[in-house]
């Protein structure tokens, strides 16, 4: 019997590959029928915003300005009004550093054995170009080196709704494989971060960082993407059945329309219509309030616990339940306010005193501030073991209503000012007055169409 061996062609591994192979199903779906489902206005939006800010990265660099706001409203307003919207969010915050932005949306691709090949006319000369075909391919949003330090960042602009960071494991693919085009057209990079720049929200970016000496687990952790990838092409030429896996990638799903996936009532996709699932949301949340209410009561008057148990005997409860939190005092609160020490002698007071000074020997007190003096000890006696203070922060929910108040107004606006506003990003149904217009549609997670 003679063996017929078949060419297999597979075509390059991009970012979103590893995100379409979480269901061969569905990656075969679209990339090897070509089976996708029209693209809609969230893809397309997510196209404008790239190319806005890709221009506007350009025009600062070309002009030598770090922001043009002129500029980025002119460009913003050209992509259209939804895509503008977004963008609102990072029109104050983003700076470019036109010293050192190399371009924007240049395409990099290395072949099979790692080599850089079509390589893009504005880095020509460069590096050597394999002139093989490309099996990693990807588009760098804005990336930038410096020489001097021997380093590069990429922003990688996202319009996504719901941050994360690229160190995930589950999504770090991406970063991984965009530092790896680095180093390799690059060699005398010695650090990449990569950096998600999140256009809706003001100041909001997440960073992971590779050196050169990560170079072999990048290369493997890329090269396994695409062992994964080329395995479900041999599947498909042998006429191995592929297997169906629901998670997110069912939205952009094909047989999710007409309810022909493998998985079928499995899914749990396919099972509701998701505005179906935002009614039963409306429900639940209201019912639970109200159980959870009866429940109170019933725990309040009868000083008892409600307790179930299963048919396997393991038992549930509602109830009081203590848990102990510490907090750490920035002050050292009395009975008459906080504690004072003089810097002169060391005394202490309960309270502060009408002049600053110490009524024993005259020289200034400083309120005493425990947690920071421990802080300030250590950081002078292990300096090189410093830089995570820098995460030490104080909630404003603590102080933010003290401050309020008329005769704290300088107080009020010098805290704000010296502030560092924390985005945070959370899932929820809203309520009707934050609905959004209904001639919009809502953003969803977005993953590279266009490139395949």
């Not at 350009?58 to 002119?74: I, Q, S, Y």
């Not at 290369?219 to 993407?225: I, L, R, S």
């Not at 169906?244 to 396919?270: F, M, V, W």
């Not at 920035?330 to 002698?345: D, H, N, P, S, V």
Request: hydrophobic share 35%.
């Amino acid at each position: 019997m003679s063996l017929k061996l078949v060419q297999i062609e597979v075509p390059p591994t991009h970012q979103s590959t590893e995100f379409m192979t979480a269901c061969p199903v569905f990656y075969w779906e679209t990339t090897g029928k070509k089976n996708k489902k029209p693209s809609g206005p969230e893809s397309a939006r997510g196209t404008q915003v790239h190319r806005t800010m890709g221009s506007y990265a350009t025009h600062c660099a070309k002009k030598g300005v770090k922001m043009d706001l002129e500029a980025f409203d002119r460009f913003a307003a050209g992509a259209g009004a939804a895509a503008a919207k977004i963008l609102s969010g990072i029109r104050d915050s983003y700076e470019v550093d036109y010293l050192h932005l190399l371009g924007t949306e240049i395409p990099m691709s290395l072949d099979a054995e790692m080599r850089p090949t079509q390589v893009h006319e504005s880095i020509a000369g460069v590096v050597p170009d394999s002139g093989k075909p490309p099996a990693y391919q990807g588009t760098l949003d804005a990336p930038y080196l410096f020489e001097d330090e021997k380093a590069a960042l990429i922003d990688d602009f996202k319009t996504h709704a719901r941050p994360y960071d690229p160190a995930d494991e589950d999504k770090s693919l991406q970063g991984k494989m965009y530092s790896l085009f680095i180093f390799l057209h690059f060699p005398w990079v010695q650090i990449v971060r990569f950096r998600l720049v999140f256009v809706r929200y003001k100041n909001l970016v997440r960073v992971v960082e590779y050196t050169r000496d990560d170079l072999p687990r990048l290369m493997e952790a890329v090269k396994a993407q695409r062992d994964l990838q080329i395995s479900i092409h041999k599947d498909v030429a042998q006429g191995k059945a592929l297997e169906a896996y629901s998670g997110t990638q069912c939205i952009y799903c094909p047989l999710l329309s007409d309810r022909s996936c493998p998985l079928g009532k499995l899914n749990e996709h396919s099972q509701m219509s998701y505005e179906d699932r935002v009614r039963w949301d409306l429900f639940h949340t209201a019912f639970s309030k109200v159980n959870k209410k009866v429940l109170r009561e019933r725990v309040v008057g009868t000083g008892h616990a409600v307790v179930v148990k299963d048919y396997n005997g393991k038992a549930y409860s509602f109830g009081q339940e203590a848990k102990e939190s510490r907090t750490l005092p920035l002050f050292k609160k009395t009975a008459e306010g906080i504690a004072f020490r003089c810097m002169g002698c060391g005394a202490e007071s309960p309270r502060a005193v009408q002049d600053g000074r110490c009524p024993k020997c005259g020289a200034g007190m400083t309120p005493v501030m425990p947690i920071v003096s421990l802080f300030e000890d250590y950081a002078n006696g292990n300096p090189d073991d410093s830089a995570w203070m820098g995460n030490a922060l104080i909630s404003s929910s603590s102080v933010s209503q003290p401050l309020s108040t008329k005769k704290r107004a300088f107080l009020d606006q010098s805290v704000e000012d010296t502030s560092v506003a924390v985005t945070k990003v959370s899932m929820r149904t809203s309520r009707p007055l934050d609905m959004v217009p209904e001639d919009e549609e809502p953003e969803g997670d977005e993953w590279d169409a266009e490139e395949f």
